[in-house]
């Protein structure tokens, strides 16, 4: 079964960082494409970055430049870096994953595999 467990979330004051990581089971990060979204309060679920099988990265206009996707495939582990977090930045984070190509999308109906999240609290 796959499974996509993610954490590094946490409390933070606003201009500081997190790492979240997404460790995977049951897929290989050489054949499935990555992406994180994320959710804030009563707004739809974003697309915010993804790296695909091959290891292009593709982020959200709105947060390129603070935001850097990796993997580590040999960990099956997908890392997403935030600096300079702003209160915008608060939301539930979750990775998701699909062996489907769709040209750099970042839609949700996109990728079949979600992990349950880890929540991105910044604080003015």
């Known amino acids: 079964a796959v499974r996509l467990v993610e954490s590094g979330g946490g409390s933070v004051a606003a201009g500081g960082s997190l790492r979240l990581s997404c460790a995977t089971s049951?897929?290989?990060?050489?054949?499935?494409?990555m992406a994180w979204f994320r959710q804030a309060p009563g707004t739809e679920r974003e697309g915010v970055a993804l790296?695909?099988?091959?290891?292009?990265?593709y982020y959200k206009p709105a947060v390129k430049g603070r935001f850097t996707i990796s993997r580590d495939v040999a960990k099956n582990t997908v890392y997403l870096e935030i600096n300079n977090l702003i209160p915008d930045d608060t939301a539930m984070y979750y990775c998701?994953?699909?062996?489907?190509?769709?040209?750099?999308?970042?839609?949700?109906?996109?990728?079949?595999?979600w992990g349950q999240g880890t929540q991105v609290t910044v604080s003015s």
């Open positions: 049951g897929i290989t990060l050489n054949t499935h494409h």
């Open positions: 790296v695909v099988s091959g290891g292009t990265t």
């Open positions: 998701a994953a699909d062996s489907r190509w769709r040209a750099l999308s970042l839609k949700q109906a996109d990728y079949a595999y």
